[in-house]
C-alpha cells in the first residue's frame, strides 16, 4: 500500500454490483490503490468525507448521442463538451456515443470525424459506438474487423428510420460479422413500414400533433421488429442487444427467447420508467419535448419494465441523451414552425437525470437493491463493452470514477439545475430523494454539487475490448449443419 495518496474518500459507504462495505478508498494516479478500514491522518493532499454516504462506481452510459451529424436544418444540442458536462454532474464518467456511418461512406470516415468532435472537449472518458448504416461488402469483410480490432467492438443497426434502416438480409450479413469478431450488436427494433403506414393514416386525416407519434409507433410495431430481430440472432447464432425495450409486448418476446435459451440482452431507459403517452400530449406543442422512439407508454408498461429491471430481465439502463432544444427552429420547433409529428426530431435529454431518477424512485424507493442499481448503470455496461474492470466497480487498480450520493433531501428535478444545451428536461417537477454530492472522474473532482469543476480536454478515449463470450448453447437443430452455422 502507498504511504501518501492524491485523494481519500473516507468513511465511505460502497456499494459495488456484488457487496456493500464501509471503508477508505485511497487514490493516486487516477486509480483506486487502497481500500481500507482506516487509512492514515494526513496521507493524502486533499480528503473528501463521505460520512453515511453512498459511495457508488462512476455510471456508464453506454447509449447516447452527442453531435451526431444531423439531416438539415435539425442539430444536436450537445457537444462532447456540453454532454460531457451534463453528464459528469449527473454522476456519470463514461459515455459511449455513436459515430454513425452516412449511406454511401465508409466507417472510417464516421469514426474519424467523430474523433475530431471529441478531442479537446471531452471532461469525462468515452468510447464509440458505430452506427452500420451501410454494410456494403467492403464493411463486412474489411473496415468492421479492422475497426473492431482498435476498440470500436459495438455496432448499433436500426430496422427503422429511411436514413438508417437496414433490411433483413443486411442485418443477417451484420450478424454474421458480429458472431465472427465477437462483436456486440445493438438493433433498434421497430417495423419501418408499419410506422410508414400508420403515420400516412394519421396525417391524411389532419392529426399531425406530437401525440399522434406514439399512434404511429404502438407497441405491436415495435413487439414485431422485437421478435424479428431474436429470430434472426437466433438464425445466425449470436448475442444481440435490444436496445430502448419501451414496454410489456417487446418484454414478453425477450423472455420467450430466453426461455428458449437464447442470448439476448435487453436495455431499457428512464422515459420507459417516468413518462407515459400523456406527455407526448402536452398542451400545444409541448408534448414534441417527449418525442423519442420507441414513444413513452403508459403506467402498466413501466410497471412491466420495473419487474424487469428487478428481476434480471434487463442488463443495462441507458439514457439514450438524444438533445434537441424545443423553443429552436434546429429543433423540436424545426424550420421555426411547429411541424407534424413525423417531422420531430426524435430524442429527449437525459444524461444527467438518469442516475438519481434512478437511485431515487429505484433504490430508495425498495424497487431496486443498490447493488443491482450498481449493476444496472456502471458495471454491466462496462462489461458488455469490455471495459471491465477499468470502468464499473470499485476495486484495487480500477480507475478511480465515483459518485458520492446526496440522499438527505427530495427535490423537483428543474431546467435550469442541469448543465446540458437543452431548453427543457422532459422530467421537469418529477421530485427525486438522490442527487450525485460529488462526482470523481480518474481521481478528478468533476462536480462538486455545487459546479461542474471539470475540464474540457481531461476525458481519454477508450478503446474497448470484448464482451465476454455467451455461453455456448446445446444446438441440436439438424439445419445447422447444413448451412453451416
Ligand atoms: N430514438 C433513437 O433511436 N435514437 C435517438 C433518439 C430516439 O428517440
Ligand atoms: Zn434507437
Ligand atoms: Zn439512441
Redesign the pocket.
Given at each position: 500500500m502507498s504511504d501518501r495518496y492524491d485523494l481519500i474518500v473516507r468513511n465511505a459507504r460502497v456499494a459495488t454490483a456484488a457487496d456493500t462495505f464501509d471503508a477508505d478508498l485511497g487514490i493516486t494516479g487516477g486509480k483506486i490503490v487502497a481500500i481500507a478500514q482506516r487509512l492514515p491522518a494526513g496521507s493524502a493532499d486533499r480528503e473528501i468525507d463521505a460520512a453515511g454516504r453512498w459511495v457508488t462506481p462512476g455510471g456508464v452510459d453506454a447509449h447516447c448521442?452527442l453531435d451526431q451529424p444531423m439531416v438539415e436544418p435539425m442539430r444536436m444540442a450537445d457537444d462532447f463538451e456540453t454532454g460531457s458536462r451534463s453528464a459528469a454532474c449527473g454522476g456519470t464518467t463514461t459515455v459511449i456515443p455513436f459515430a454513425a456511418q452516412v449511406k454511401g461512406h465508409s466507417l472510417r470516415e464516421a469514426v474519424d470525424d467523430y474523433h475530431r468532435r471529441a478531442e479537446g472537449k471531452a471532461s469525462i472518458d468515452y468510447a464509440f459506438h458505430l452506427i452500420v448504416s451501410d454494410p456494403t461488402p467492403d464493411v463486412i469483410a474489411r473496415e468492421l474487423p479492422a475497426l473492431v480490432g482498435e476498440g470500436y467492438t459495438s455496432f448499433k443497426i436500426y430496422m427503422t428510420y429511411d436514413d438508417l434502416k437496414l433490411d433483413d438480409g443486411e442485418i443477417l450479413a451484420c450478424l454474421e460479422a458480429a458472431r465472427g469478431l465477437g462483436a456486440m450488436t445493438m438493433i433498434?427494433a421497430e417495423n419501418a413500414d408499419a410506422i410508414a403506414y400508420l403515420t400516412k393514416r394519421l396525417t391524411e386525416q389532419g392529426k399531425t400533433a406530437p401525440r399522434f407519434h406514439g399512434m404511429s409507433r404502438p407497441m405491436p410495431v415495435e413487439r414485431e421488429a422485437t421478435h424479428r430481430a431474436i429470430t434472426l440472432s437466433e438464425l445466425v447464432d449470436v448475442p444481440i442487444l435490444i436496445v430502448?425495450v419501451s414496454g410489456a409486448e417487446a418484454v414478453e418476446q425477450i423472455r420467450w427467447a430466453r426461455g428458449k435459451g437464447l442470448n439476448i440482452l435487453a436495455e431499457t431507459c428512464p422515459q420507459y420508467l417516468f413518462l407515459t403517452q400523456e406527455h407526448l400530449g402536452l398542451d400545444g406543442f409541448h408534448g414534441a419535448k417527449c418525442v423519442?422512439?420507441p414513444p413513452p407508454r403508459d403506467a402498466r408498461n413501466q410497471q412491466v419494465i420495473w419487474d424487469g429491471l428487478a428481476d434480471g430481465l434487463f442488463t443495462i439502463v441507458s439514457s439514450?441523451h438524444?438533445p434537441f432544444r424545443y423553443d429552436d427552429p434546429q429543433g423540436k420547433k424545426l424550420g421555426g414552425e411547429e411541424p407534424s409529428f413525423e417531422y420531430i426530431p426524435?430524442?429527449?435529454p437525459g444524461l444527467e437525470t438518469r442516475l438519481p431518477l434512478l437511485f431515487s424512485e429505484g433504490v430508495l424507493a425498495g424497487r431496486l437493491t443498490i447493488q443491482q442499481f450498481v449493476a444496472l448503470t456502471s458495471t454491466n455496461p462496462a462489461k458488455l463493452y469490455g471495459l471491465y474492470p477499468r470502468k464499473g466497480t470499485i476495486a484495487i487498480g480500477a480507475d478511480a470514477d465515483l459518485v458520492i450520493w446526496d440522499t438527505s433531501k427530495r427535490q423537483p428535478i428543474r431546467n435550469e439545475m442541469l448543465h446540458h444545451e437543452v431548453d427543457y428536461t422532459p422530467y421537469e417537477g418529477i421530485e427525486v430523494g438522490a442527487w450525485p454530492a460529488t462526482t470523481v472522474c480518474r481521481g478528478k473532482v468533476v462536480w462538486d454539487g455545487v459546479s461542474f469543476t471539470g475540464r474540457a480536454g481531461d476525458g481519454q478515449f477508450l478503446a474497448c475490448g470484448l464482451p465476454e463470450p455467451a455461453k455456448p448453447r446445446v444446438r441440436n437443430e439438424s439445419w445447422r449443419e447444413w448451412v453451416g452455422l
Open positions: 448521442h433498434h430502448h423519442c422512439s439514450d438524444a426524435n430524442g429527449i
